[in-house]
């Protein structure tokens, strides 16, 4: 079982920059695949971004590529976002997710089994 804590959501106004970080519990040798999600009010959950940690390969949503970056710290075992230009677009709950992945690559269209409980992001125009 992973259990995985997300930390760092915060309100900015656009423009700005934030980081969240996503605390494992345990990374097992059979996960492969982390991603971030989000979710704004009224509308359905989309995918942002996933790595697949056995090669650190990524893969973005459109509306976020060249804003965000998704990396793993291996030192503190956590998965990262880094988001910068933020837009009001961007306000919504952010989720971190983990799978494993019989693939030697990673998407968000996959079954994600393991997921945190969410960080607030609000951007401000």
Do not use: H
């Amino acid at each position: 079982q992973v259990q995985l804590v997300e930390s760092g959501g915060g309100s900015v106004q656009a423009g700005g920059s934030l980081r969240l970080s996503c605390a494992a519990s345990s990374f097992t040798a059979a996960i492969k695949c982390m991603g971030w999600f989000r979710q704004a009010p009224g509308q359905e959950r989309e995918g942002v971004a996933a790595l697949y940690t056995a090669a650190s390969s990524t893969y973005y949503a459109a509306s976020v590529r060249g804003r965000f970056t998704i990396s793993k710290d291996n030192a503190k075992n956590t998965l990262e976002l880094q988001m910068n230009s933020l837009e009001p677009a961007d306000t919504g709950t952010y989720y971190c997710a983990a799978a494993p992945s019989p693939d030697s690559w990673c998407d968000l269209q996959r079954f994600y089994p393991y997921w945190g409980q969410g960080t607030q992001v609000t951007v401000s125009s």
